[in-house]
């Protein structure tokens, strides 16, 4: 029997446009053998400004992301798969901003 765990995310990140005003953009897809590894790759490309997928912010302030944890096991020649979902907040967000965010990754994750 083989086991093995990955982890990806998506999500809504938040940004500074350039002459004032705030804006949102998808986040560049994440993938990672750890949640720790993925959160932390996450938070540097915040800090880098390079989590938005090029929109082009002048800074960045946080993210909303779903991130799944994808666990398949083999077993005897079958592939057997469940995935496990939930959101991750990074950056700095107000209440009413992760709350917005957190409503629009959830209708993107699902419709």
Do not use: P
């Not at 086991?3 to 998808?26: D, I």
């Not at 400004?49 to 944890?69: P, Q």
């Not at 666990?71 to 592939?79: Q, V, Y």
């Amino acid at each position: 029997m083989k086991k093995r765990v990955s982890y990806t995310a998506t999500g809504l990140v938040l940004g500074n446009t350039w002459g004032g005003g705030r804006g949102t953009y998808a986040t560049v897809s994440l993938q990672a053998d750890t949640k720790e590894e993925l959160l932390a790759e996450a938070n540097r490309l915040l800090v880098d400004n390079r989590l938005d997928n090029g929109m082009g912010f002048e800074s960045l302030v946080g993210a909303v992301l779903s991130v799944t944890k994808q666990t398949s096991i083999e077993f005897e020649g079958d592939e057997y798969i469940n995935d496990k979902y939930e959101i991750e907040v990074i950056g700095t967000l107000s209440e009413d901003e992760i709350n917005w965010l957190q409503t629009n990754v959830l209708e993107n994750l699902f419709y």
